[in-house]
């Protein structure tokens, strides 16, 4: 029996960023899941840091019989993180597409540095919100505020674990240059190298589940 798809949508996001993969796999008779994180898509709340995404994907493992494949996207690879330092023994497949993975210790603003963490808290102050960071994407309606506390988080594990689990990283070549975040995953995708993960490169944007579906499910299957 295929082991159930469980997916960590990235920040901003929702459950909608799986949607053509879940339908692949779906005529394929293999269970997934993708729920929105506490506070986002369809979720509304305040208050939430990156406990809460781990709890939420805790609940879905823990709910599911025997073992579970995670993939997580972008922001999504913090919580993944997280999760599988906790589930070591029930994952059986770890896959990161385009994600932040940490080093264990370090939050996303860690990652990002103080300039960005900077930037980012200066623009959720105009927008009027000190809790949710506001999407910068305007061509899609689909985003949604994202919970601030997320980004202080620090996600700790023991690296040799994570290693052990063999995971898979999925690196998009083709991001727009004059986007904050691409620099951030590059250097991600170098530090993953060095670890000397199975690494795979599809030339896409960032949503390769849209632009690039059927590549991204043959690496992923």
Same mark, same amino acid.
């Given at each position: ?8 949508? +990235? ?48 609940s879905i493992i823990e709910g599911s019989e ?38 264990? +210790? ?21 927008? +009027? ?9 305007e061509t899609d309606s689909r985003y949604r ?22 995971p898979v990283y999925i690196e998009c070549t ?48």
């Amino acid at each position: 029996m295929n082991a159930k798809w469980i997916f960590i949508h +990235g920040g901003w996001g929702g459950s909608w960023q799986w949607t053509p993969i879940q339908n692949h796999l779906k005529t394929l008779g293999i269970e997934s899941a993708a729920p929105d994180l506490p506070g986002m898509g369809s979720r509304s709340g305040k208050d939430i840091d990156l406990t809460h995404f781990i709890g939420s994907i805790s609940s879905i493992i823990e709910g599911s019989e025997g073992p579970v494949n995670i993939a997580a996207f972008s922001f999504g690879g913090m919580t993944a993180t997280a999760v599988a330092e906790k589930y070591r023994d029930r994952i059986a497949r770890l896959i990161y597409i385009d994600a932040f993975v940490p080093r264990s +210790g370090q939050s996303f603003s860690h990652i990002a540095g103080e300039k960005i963490t900077r930037q980012i808290k200066a623009y959720s102050h105009v927008m +009027g919100d000190e809790e949710m960071i506001p999407p910068f994407f305007e061509t899609d309606s689909r985003y949604r505020s994202h919970p601030m506390n997320t980004l202080f988080t620090p996600v700790q594990y023991n690296p040799e674990r994570l290693d052990s689990l063999m995971p898979v990283y999925i690196e998009c070549t083709d991001k727009d240059e004059e986007w904050s975040f691409t620099p951030l995953l590059r250097e991600t995708a170098i530090f993953i190298k060095e670890k000397g993960w199975d690494f795979h490169t599809i030339e896409s944007d960032h949503m390769p589940m849209y632009s690039h579906t059927d590549e991204l499910l043959k690496i992923m299957l």
